[in-house]
């Protein structure tokens, strides 16, 4: 980590919080990531040599400490006292991100991967009782081999399926890759996306009115943005 050469406090938390990728990591251990893999996935442009470079720097500096993995090999990564002061940081980050820099996507940030680790991380596999459930969605703007996505739930834990499990499907949702983004990110609300057609939903009326449950999306949603976003409420190009 490159140092400021200053002995002011500011100086000294940046050369930690604002090196490259921290502030993703720390995001991701916030929201109870704890194993290598699932931190490459919040981080996907990130090399698995630097991620297991910085995870080493940041353990050094007392911010993240390593755990024996229960029942197998390995370990698992946790935020110490002094990372988790820096979870505000990030918190107060996102909420600016979302009121002053949220536009139209360009191609580089439409990230499939990211997309489906944020549905599988963040959703509620609650939302539909205690019973095993199966959500399908369909990318309709995606390649035949990147298309069709599942998601089981069951025992409080949604688990992301690369091939259908085959079983019956309880809610089936169809959208395009950017639409769903914009969904999860804030900026298109659910109640709009299925009014105009944006996100097709097909279920049984119970499934159907669990879909905002299931999608848990977070409190940043609510975030107004303060700069013009008209060209989100535009369709997205099919």
């Known amino acids: 980590m490159k140092s400021y050469g ?53 353990e ?56 489906v680790w944020s549905l599988e991380r963040g959703a509620d596999a609650t939302a539909f009782g205690k019973r095993q459930s199966l959500v399908q969605v369909e990318f309709t703007d995606q390649p035949r081999d ?19 499990p085959g079983f019956e499907v309880d809610l089936y949702l169809a959208c395009t890759l950017p639409d769903m983004i914009y969904i999860v990110r804030g900026d298109l609300p659910l109640t709009k996306a299925l009014n105009c057609g944006r996100l097709e939903a097909i279920g049984s009326a119970r499934a159907r009115r669990a879909l905002r449950a299931w999608l848990n999306l977070g409190p940043l949603t609510k975030v107004k943005p303060q700069n013009r976003l008209e060209a989100v409420a535009a369709p997205a190009r099919r």
């Open 60 to 115: 050094a500096e007392g911010i993240v400490e390593t755990r024996p993995q229960k029942g197998g090999r390995g370990k698992t990564y946790h935020l110490t006292a002094p990372g988790r002061e820096f979870i505000p940081l990030v918190v107060a980050l996102g909420t600016w991100g979302q009121r002053w820099s949220r536009r139209q996507l360009v191609e580089g940030e439409i990230d499939l991967g990211l997309l």
């Open 146 to 164: 990147k298309r069709l996505w599942w998601f089981i739930n069951r025992e409080d834990n949604c688990e992301l399926c690369l091939e259908d």
């Open 6 to 58: 200053q002995f002011c406090p500011v100086a000294k938390a940046s050369e930690l919080f604002c090196e490259r990728w921290t502030p993703l990591i720390v995001r991701d251990l916030a929201a109870g990531a704890t194993r290598f893999s699932e931190l490459q996935r919040g981080v996907p442009l990130m090399s698995p040599t630097l991620l297991s470079k910085r995870l080493k720097q940041l």
